[in-house]
């Protein structure tokens, strides 16, 4: 035990295993968030359809050797979560079939384009690292760090400003509308932060992996809280809590960090299960 | 001056017409009940009221000192509903959010009209329960109650009584019966015509073509009717 203190402690003493730790926790705490209303909503495939926007968008990125490919895949993956959302009911393509063919479509673009442009000669490695998340978290600048706390407080002030709104608009969309609540603007907004989390988690699950993010704790949650400001607090917390005790395994163990975060949520969820069993909800 | 002046209503959606000239008006304390076959167009027409999607032509006047928002909303059960983790309490406050304007928050005025709709529904004791373990029955109060806190003028409820038992529609329909006494204005969409002719005053049968609107007793009288028995009998018999 003493070991694995030390051995953390060791670890401590470098800048850029703080930074993960500080990023992946924030990262962890907002996607919990939104993972709420999105998971009541039934928009938990979106986060999955962004998620493989967000890599064909990066595999462009790369072609193009862009310094800062944040600024480009950001851009493109909220626009895809605009059109997303645009496709209502009455459209020639049902919403759920035209998540699919967005984020099948962009996967297969992105490793194409990967394969043909790639000036790498381990193409594989590349494509694996992001698909399931790399060493990119170990590799962050003070800059980055900064991005990723500046866009946490302001997701933060936003969901607590209009968690009212976000509540009734989730409970019942029609009903709000009626009361005169812009209940567009509100899934507008949902799936633009959606999109901007998304962006931000890649370096730290790799972008097969968000989705896990999203709706693990919030369906751990579900199982055991009866109230929607329990369930955001709750899954607030076990979002916060997988995602540090992921890291520190994945630190120890050397195994990968998004798979491991992963692995966690799994097995809180099942704890969450056999909880909500006993208490009988 | 009536509350809603709805005059040669065509309705649809994106220029495909479910239900053409449609005519009525309702008052200061009518109890409105609207009929008509599926697909006839019954929750084109709420959206419409709702002011959710414009109609296609013809005029719809709200007066009377109502504003467009001020129609209490009872919808029917979403699946997202079902399952979803929140108490009575916090259900039936977000009826009073038109109420904050731009605050952020709910302020104690909020909270004490939420206090006396649960009260006035007989829910209380339920207050801190999880929604999606009530009943039917319950459950429809707490959108009553709802509803009731986001108006005190008009509530327009579409098919409230679906899936629940004889029982705890009729002690529902009471309840209507009695707001409808209070002064409160109700618009209802339903199949139950048999349960709800005995309460309406006014009666709107939505018809592809030719709708009918009226009162009561002159509903009773018309053709409408008559083919709206045939229908029922129909169904009875098999």
């Given at each position: 035990?003493?070991d694995?203190?030390?051995?953390l ?10 930074y993960?730790?500080?990023?992946g926790?924030?990262?962890a705490?907002?996607s ?7 998971v009541?909503k039934?928009?938990?495939?979106i ?6 926007v967000?890599?064909g ?5 790369t072609?193009?050797?862009?310094t800062?490919?944040t600024?480009?895949i ?9 059109i ?11 919403g759920?079939?035209?998540?699919a ?8 673009i992105?490793?194409?384009v ?7 000669a381990?193409?594989s490695g590349?494509?694996c690292?992001t698909?399931f998340?790399s ?11 900064y991005l990723c706390?500046v866009m ?6 936003l969901?607590?400003?209009f968690?009212?709104r ?6 019942d ?7 005169g609540i812009?209940?567009?603007?509100y899934?507008?907004?949902i799936?633009v932060?959606t999109?901007m989390i998304i ?7 790799g ?9 693990f704790?919030?369906l751990?949650a579900m ?21 540090l005790?992921g890291m520190?395994?994945s630190?120890?163990?050397s195994t ?11 097995v ?13 909800r | ?7 040669n209503?065509e309705l649809g959606?994106?220029?495909?017409t479910?239900?053409d000239?449609?005519?009525f008006?309702i008052?200061k304390?009518?109890y409105?009940?609207v009929?008509?076959?599926n ?6 027409l709420i959206?419409?009221v ?5 109609p296609?032509?013809g005029?719809?006047?709200t007066?009377?000192g109502l504003q ?10 979403t ?8 108490t ?11 109420k904050?304007?731009?605050?952020p928050?709910?302020g104690?005025k ?5 206090d ?17 373990n ?5 459950q429809?109060?707490?959108l ?8 005190s003028k008009?509530?327009?409820l ?11 529609a ?5 309840v ?5 006494e209070e ?9 139950d015509?048999?349960s709800?002719i ?9 018809d592809?073509t030719?709708s009918f609107?009226?009162?009561k ?11 709206f028995q045939v229908?029922?009998e ?5």
């Amino acid at each position: 035990m003493s070991d694995m203190i030390m051995t953390l402690q060791f670890y401590m003493t470098y800048p850029f295993v703080r930074y993960a730790l500080i990023v992946g926790t924030l990262i962890a705490l907002c996607s919990s968030l939104l993972g709420v209303t999105l998971v009541l909503k039934r928009f938990s495939f979106i986060g999955d359809g962004l998620s493989h926007v967000a890599f064909g968008a990066m595999a462009v990125a790369t072609i193009f050797k862009l310094t800062n490919d944040t600024l480009f895949i950001m851009p493109v993956t909220i626009f895809a979560a605009v059109i997303l959302l645009r496709t209502g009911q009455h459209t020639k393509i049902k919403g759920d079939a035209a998540i699919a063919m967005l984020s099948v479509g962009s996967l297969a673009i992105g490793y194409l384009v990967l394969n043909i442009f790639s000036t790498s000669a381990n193409i594989s490695g590349d494509v694996c690292s992001t698909l399931f998340g790399s060493t990119s978290i170990l590799t962050l600048t003070k800059g980055e760090v900064y991005l990723c706390v500046v866009m946490t407080i302001v997701v933060l002030i936003l969901f607590i400003l209009f968690y009212n709104r976000i509540f009734a608009v989730t409970f019942d969309e029609n009903f709000a509308k009626a009361t005169g609540i812009k209940a567009n603007v509100y899934n507008l907004f949902i799936a633009v932060i959606t999109a901007m989390i998304i962006v931000l988690a890649m370096n730290l699950v790799g972008s097969l992996l968000i989705s896990a993010l999203i709706i693990f704790p919030a369906l751990s949650a579900m199982r055991v809280i009866t109230n929607f400001k329990g369930v955001v607090i709750y899954s607030a917390i076990i979002s916060v809590c997988s995602a540090l005790a992921g890291m520190m395994i994945s630190i120890l163990c050397s195994t990968p960090v998004g798979a491991t975060i992963v692995a966690v949520h799994i097995v809180i969820f099942a704890l969450n299960c056999v909880i909500g069993k006993v208490i009988g909800r | 001056m009536a509350y809603i002046t709805c005059k040669n209503l065509e309705l649809g959606y994106e220029g495909m017409t479910v239900a053409d000239n449609i005519s009525f008006e309702i008052k200061k304390g009518d109890y409105l009940c609207v009929v008509g076959e599926n697909g006839a167009g019954k929750s084109t027409l709420i959206k419409t009221v709702l002011q959710l999607i414009p109609p296609l032509s013809g005029s719809l006047i709200t007066g009377d000192g109502l504003q467009p928002y001020e129609i209490g909303y009872l919808p029917q059960q979403t699946v997202i509903q079902r399952d979803f983790p929140a108490t009575v309490w916090e259900i039936v406050l977000s009826g009073t959010l038109a109420k904050c304007g731009k605050r952020p928050f709910y302020g104690k005025k909020e909270k004490q009209l939420a206090d006396e709709m649960i009260a006035k529904m007989g829910i209380t004791y339920l207050k801190k329960s999880c929604y999606r373990n009530l009943s039917g029955g319950q459950q429809q109060r707490v959108l009553l109650a709802r509803a009731l806190c986001a108006t005190s003028k008009l509530i327009l409820l579409d098919e409230p009584v679906t899936g629940l038992d004889p029982k705890a529609a009729a002690s529902f329909y009471q309840v209507i019966r009695e707001l409808n006494e209070e002064g409160i204005t109700i618009i209802m969409v339903s199949h139950d015509i048999q349960s709800v002719i005995s309460d309406a005053s006014h009666i709107l049968h939505i018809d592809k073509t030719k709708s009918f609107y009226g009162t009561k007793e002159s509903y009773l009288a018309s053709k409408a009717w008559k083919s709206f028995q045939v229908m029922i009998e129909d169904d009875t018999n098999v």
